[in-house]
């Protein structure tokens, strides 16, 4: 590990922009170098958004989720993160992420903030499944100086959660075959991936479409948030 990666005089400035219906917001921030922006997503990216911005996929209790890539290389310190090199899908060495970015503010005002934070680390770095998100790291985002105003936490990004893929779907084209076989691809990952939990002594408490990612050029499904965990 880069323990220089760490530095606060280390970290980068950059901006992203949230697009929700009613107004157009810039969010600045500092985050670790390895990170860029991924133009690529055309689902989810807003064509406005410019080249160098990060976008925001959503808003939430503790915080925003950006999207990204990542040059995993880099949290390996085995790459030298000022010169990455350019993205190509193939490269398996380049991870499209979701950024966790929780308000340390809105962390410390609820009395289970920072347990939900601790328990998604924790669950992220020992388990390790097919039918789970993979969890890359996490890591403090300082203000310049030596405080800590965000914790950002980096997994794998899926194409949809479940919510999102079936309002998108128009499943009277599907012949009743074709449907059966795809809701029981759907359970059959969605139990192996409980299972896995059950035998290792978890219980995810939260199971819920948008709980549950979906990756649809593999057909895979993951189970995803586990600040509720036990």
Same mark, same amino acid.
């Given at each position: ?12 400035? +950059? ?43 959503? #808003? $939430? ?15 390996? $310190?085995?790459?030298?993160?000022? !010169? ?20 340390? !503010?809105?962390? %410390? ?17 020992? /388990?390790?499944? %097919? ?12 203000? $310049?100086?030596? #405080?800590?105003? /965000? ?46 939990? /059950? ?11 948008? *709980?549950?990612?979906?990756?649809? *050029? ?10 509720? +965990?036990?």
């Amino acid at each position: 590990m880069n323990v220089a990666r760490f530095l606060p005089e280390s970290y980068v400035q +950059s901006l992203a922009h949230f697009l929700p219906e009613d107004r157009v917001e810039t969010v600045h921030f500092r985050h670790l170098k390895g990170y860029t922006p991924d133009i690529s997503d055309k689902a989810s990216r807003n064509p406005a958004t410019p080249d160098d911005h990060f976008h925001i996929l959503a #808003k $939430g209790e503790f915080g925003s989720i950006v999207a990204a890539l990542l040059y995993y290389p880099s949290v390996d $310190g085995v790459a030298n993160p000022n !010169e990455l090199p350019k993205f190509e899908a193939k490269d398996e060495k380049w991870k499209r992420v979701v950024c966790k970015r929780y308000n340390v !503010e809105r962390l %410390e005002k609820l009395n289970d903030g920072y347990t939900r934070l601790i328990r998604e680390i924790e669950f992220g770095r020992f /388990h390790y499944h %097919e039918s789970i998100v993979k969890y890359y790291e996490a890591f403090p985002e300082f203000d $310049g100086t030596t #405080k800590i105003t /965000h914790y950002w936490l980096v997994s794998e990004r899926m194409d949809y959660n479940m919510e999102q893929y079936f309002r998108m779907q128009d499943y009277k084209k599907l012949d009743r075959k074709t449907f059966l076989y795809l809701i029981g691809s759907f359970l059959a990952q969605l139990l192996r991936g409980l299972d896995y939990l /059950h035998q290792n002594g978890t219980m995810h408490r939260n199971i819920e479409p948008q *709980h549950i990612g979906y990756n649809q *050029h593999r057909s895979q499904l993951k189970i995803l948030n586990f600040g509720l +965990s036990r």
